[in-house]
């Protein structure tokens, strides 16, 4: 709904529900049809559509950090709390619903006011009660209620929204930062019970989360072939794949207080970079993850961190 709007205003005005989201969705809709017709070697299509994509930028408030829904004349919507469900976003609030640039982390840290402000956020996300107001559906639905119980702030793993949010430290370099939130995502809020998962199994996307991370990496933004380096959960791990390859990973030492990379190898070399590649992994081949209980803090280069559209321009 509202993709007249959307394409006349750079956004889809708030009159229409959940206008938040779609104005972030069919941002990264842009993005990835930028893909395809990159992939068909279309430069003028290419161009037109990552451009389009950058429209996330026109609900971003700068002034409170989060996305803000706007009117027809471009005012955004008074009486502002960042922590009221619903009217312009999907099953949460600002805090679950500004961070869905998955094309573009570095555009979204330059626009909080650089890496510090966005660690800033992000701690402040994570380092907070899960406290939510009912908002715009004016009573309790079972997303507030999950994200309440497992008390990780406001990052509320128990919906899709927030799927990626571990990872946004790799985009500051610092995935020390999220290395032990991924662990204790896993180890703590997923189980063999009957009430194993944090959140309602919607369409397999709760297992997808667990089975990606359990394997120490993640697809944060699909339509790049790339997957964002977590941290493993299982001593070994051996994928056959669908071209008849198989990939082995390894982590060694694994116990409760490894919580950290200490450094990882790929076929016996050292691998520096905060991603592997689909293409990559598709030779098969072996990961070792060194775990550790300290981080291990260092300076990565920009061609290591994950894909964001704005470095590539």
């Known amino acids: 709904q509202g993709t007249i709007d959307y394409l006349k205003y750079g956004y889809v005005p708030n009159h229409y529900h959940e206008s938040i989201n779609h104005t972030l969705d069919y941002a990264y809709s842009d993005f990835c049809i930028s893909q395809v017709a990159q992939t068909l070697a279309d430069v003028e299509t290419t161009r037109h559509y990552q451009q389009q994509s950058m429209n996330y930028r026109n609900v971003f408030d700068t002034e409170t950090g989060f996305m803000r829904s706007k009117d027809l004349s471009g005012q ?3 009486d502002f709390s960042p922590t009221s469900w619903g009217t312009d976003y999907a099953e949460g609030s600002a805090w679950q619903s500004s961070f869905a640039v998955f094309h573009d982390f570095a555009g979204l840290i330059e626009a909080h006011g650089g890496k510090q402000a966005f660690e800033n956020k992000l701690v402040e996300l994570c380092n907070q009660p899960p406290k939510f107001e009912v908002g715009g559906y004016s009573f309790e639905i079972h997303e507030m209620s999950e994200m309440a119980a497992i008390e990780f702030g406001q990052l509320a793993i128990s919906n899709q929204p927030s799927f990626h949010y571990p990872y946004l430290f790799h985009y500051l370099g610092k995935p020390e930062m999220a290395q032990p939130l991924i662990k204790q995502l896993l180890t703590q809020l997923f189980d063999a019970s009957s ?5 309602d199994e919607d369409n397999g996307s709760m ?3 667990y089975i990606f991370n359990s394997l120490g990496f993640y697809p944060v933004t699909p339509g790049t072939g790339e997957y964002v380096i977590g941290i493993p959960l299982f001593d070994q791990v051996i994928l056959t794949l669908s071209n008849g390859n198989q990939l082995t990973i390894h982590a060694t030492p694994n116990q409760p207080q490894q919580q950290f990379i200490h450094h990882v190898s790929r076929d016996g070399y050292t691998y520096e970079k905060l991603y592997f590649t689909h293409k990559d ?3 098969g081949g072996t990961i070792n993850y060194h775990l550790g209980i300290v981080p291990h803090t ?5 061609d290591s961190l994950p894909y964001s559209l704005s470095r590539q321009e």
């Not at 009430?195 to 959140?199: A, D």
């Not at 260092?298 to 920009?302: D, F, G, M, Q, W």
């Open 76 to 78: 955004f919507r008074p």
């Open 195 to 199: 009430t194993g998962y944090p959140g």
């Open 281 to 283: 992994l598709l030779n």
């Open 298 to 302: 260092k300076t990565y280069s920009e």
């Open 207 to 209: 297992a997808a989360w």
